[in-house]
């Protein structure tokens, strides 16, 4: 009795400081009450109108209560006396509008919590806030407590956003049936409804095609290499075997898809085509226009970059779009492709198609010359609108990079906007479905906080500019705005748990955007509910970077002096620094404004702080490193 007394005590008082929510992500409106309600071995599950799909999706919640750090098992009553407690979740009869397929309304009273929806979509949305309603030890399988408080509260909640993505690269390294099915789990917990994965590229083809076995005997295999990928990666030695790398069956894949499906995702395949095709190009070299047998990529320098998203391609990766045998290459894909998944969308790729070999090739200039198409531009447009003619004969529409509206969009075809919002705009305006994931807010592979230590990569995004994404343009009509997505490339992410790192928590800011109203929109709300959310991937032992803790370092030069000026965006820390090599940085300098830093064998040493307690790590960066960052 005591241990109960404590526990609603503790409850009354975390009440008491967080009078909102720390739902992620945030609702369209959230009401408290006075009730409380305990979740606990004694609660009846009541489903008022249920389906076999609705079943499982219950199932899925019973099971995690069971599951995790509670034990908790409620069972389903028919009709429960309303003097005991119940979960009640109903399909409603008389549809509210407002709802759609995926809101729902959620209300915690002192007997029961009521959710409604006017699909199954909604029920599995309200149980996904419910579970972040839970106490965190809920997410945990190591300390049962056999119960969870429920503070009193009035939901309404839908979406703002129809497409709500992530994706998910699985050929620059392959992560398996089990490791995908994890990556889906968080997805839902955060109202996801979009995986849109990327299974085929230069460094493997990952999807088993039945009438063309070489690309998985094949193109699913490279000679192991370890390190970053580029300059310091050996390309394949003659002979060396290919021993790393997998493919997902036909089976495995119709597998996952029904996991996602009673998650209320729908699963993209991207076939990537014309380029990043070199996995393809060597299990079929015919394809290309050298037909030069070739080797699966292991991560190898194969390119030079100019900048400006100029570059040229030292090893063949692209198709041949003048030759017939492509296409009946895409064919024999795209029907296999359309057969296992059942989302409307099929993903062609379309980025980066390098037309130097198309351009020095004698048979694709006579093809040029014959079909009257001008440049290499409209030939990957003739690409296109054959790929989308095949497509949508499956029963599908296609999607890709922007890159596909050169030389003109394929009819039917819609675009995903990656190169910043441009090529969403331009298709939008001409009435084109578009999916915003623009690199300068959605790519979630990017350095998220210093680089003194985060593993360098070409480009930076942090959780604030995450956030500032805004997938509808200024003059674009919102009705072309599908929604949006991040996307995780793995060229420097081996295995899970660094992708959960590399996801979380700047997909907290994307499924917000993506979900939320607009003028809801408030960092200092968003911040606050996501730290609780650090204790919660804590409690389920899940990677997730506290980034955002650090502190921002601005170095500039002001008359040959160094100067460093430190800021940082969450509420109530303060920031410490030292600049004469000694630690900890506690006991050095509070930071009051922009100093200078002296020329010496010295680094500047920097954390944040809050109530004396360290947040996030350290940073440590020489004086040589300054210099170089001094704008």
């Not at 995986?195 to 039945?210: A, S």
């Not at 015919?286 to 400006?308: C, H, I, Q, R």
């Not at 989308?388 to 004969?393: G, H, R, Y």
Request: hydrophobic letters at 40%; glycine letters at 8%.
């Amino acid at each position: 009795m005591k241990k109960l007394l404590l526990i609603i005590s503790i409850f009354f008082f975390t009440n008491s400081i967080f009078a909102q929510h720390t739902i992620i992500p945030a609702p369209v409106s959230f009401e408290s009450t006075d009730a409380m309600f305990m979740l606990d071995q004694q609660t009846s599950l009541d489903i008022k109108n249920g389906n076999p799909e609705l079943l499982k999706i219950v199932e899925n919640f019973q099971q995690f209560l069971k599951n995790g750090g509670t034990n908790v098992e409620i069972k389903s009553v028919a009709n429960p006396d309303r003097s005991n407690k119940a979960l009640i979740l109903e399909i409603l009869k008389d549809k509210d509008a407002s709802l759609g397929n995926e809101g729902y309304t959620l209300e915690v009273k002192e007997n029961t919590v009521e959710i409604a929806a006017n699909a199954n979509g909604g029920i599995f949305n309200g149980l996904q806030t419910l579970r972040q309603m839970l106490p965190r030890d809920f997410e945990s399988k190591d300390y049962p407590s056999g119960m969870g408080m429920l503070m009193g509260c009035k939901i309404k909640d839908y979406p703002r956003f129809g497409w709500r993505g992530l994706m998910f690269d699985d050929s620059r390294h392959f992560f398996g049936v089990d490791a995908v099915k994890e990556y889906i789990d968080k997805m839902a917990q955060y109202k996801f409804n979009v995986f849109h994965w990327h299974l085929t590229d230069d460094e493997g083809w990952r999807i088993e095609i039945k009438s063309l076995p070489k690309l998985t005997e094949i193109g699913a295999w490279r000679v192991e290499r370890f390190g970053r990928f580029g300059d310091t990666r050996p390309q394949p030695k003659e002979g060396e075997k290919a021993t790393y790398g997998g493919f997902y069956t036909q089976e495995q894949i119709k597998d996952v898809i029904k996991y996602a499906a009673e998650r209320n995702i729908t699963i993209v395949p991207e076939i990537d085509i014309p380029g990043h095709s070199m996995a393809a190009l060597a299990a079929y070299p015919e394809l290309s226009t050298l037909k030069k047998p070739t080797m699966v990529n292991p991560g190898a320098k194969f390119a030079e970059w100019y900048g400006d998203g100029k570059f040229e391609m030292l090893i063949e990766n692209t198709l041949n779009p003048a030759d017939e045998k492509v296409y009946d290459f895409v064919n024999k894909v795209m029907t296999e492709v359309a057969m296992l998944f059942p989302g409307q969308y099929i993903h062609m790729g379309g980025d980066e198609s390098y037309h130097g070999y198309w351009e020095r090739d004698a048979s694709v200039q006579a093809f040029m010359k014959k079909n009257k198409i001008k440049d290499t531009h409209e030939l990957q447009s003739y690409f296109v609108k054959r790929v989308e003619k095949i497509v949508s004969s499956k029963g599908k529409k296609l999607i890709g990079w922007d890159e596909i509206l050169e030389g003109g969009l394929a009819p039917g075809a819609a675009v995903m906007s990656w190169r910043g919002m441009k090529g969403g705009i331009e298709a939008a305006k001409m009435g084109v479905p578009v999916v915003m994931t623009p690199t300068t807010y959605a790519y979630i592979d990017y350095t998220q906080g210093d680089k003194s230590v985060e593993n360098p990569i070409y480009a930076s995004l942090s959780l604030e500019k995450s956030f500032e994404f805004e997938p509808v343009p200024e003059g674009v009509e919102a009705k072309y705005i599908l929604g949006g997505q991040a996307n995780l490339w793995t060229e420097v992410i081996p295995n899970l748990q660094f992708a959960f790192y590399m996801t979380y928590p700047r997909a907290f800011a994307t499924s917000e955007v993506l979900w939320s109203p607009l003028e809801k929109k408030s960092w200092d709300s968003f911040i606050n509910r996501t730290e609780s959310h650090f204790y919660r991937f804590d409690a389920a032992k899940t990677n997730i970077s506290r980034a955002v803790f650090e502190p921002i370092v601005t170095v500039k030069k002001v008359d040959e002096k160094i100067m460093v000026e430190l800021s940082n965006h969450v509420p109530n820390t303060e920031l410490f620094y030292t600049i004469d090599n000694t630690y900890p940085v506690n006991f050095g300098n509070k930071y009051t404004g922009p100093f200078e830093v002296p020329n010496g064998n010295l680094s500047l040493r920097t954390q944040s702080f809050r109530n004396g307690q360290s947040l996030g790590r350290e940073l440590i960066i020489p004086y040589e490193e300054l210099v170089k960052r001094a704008k």
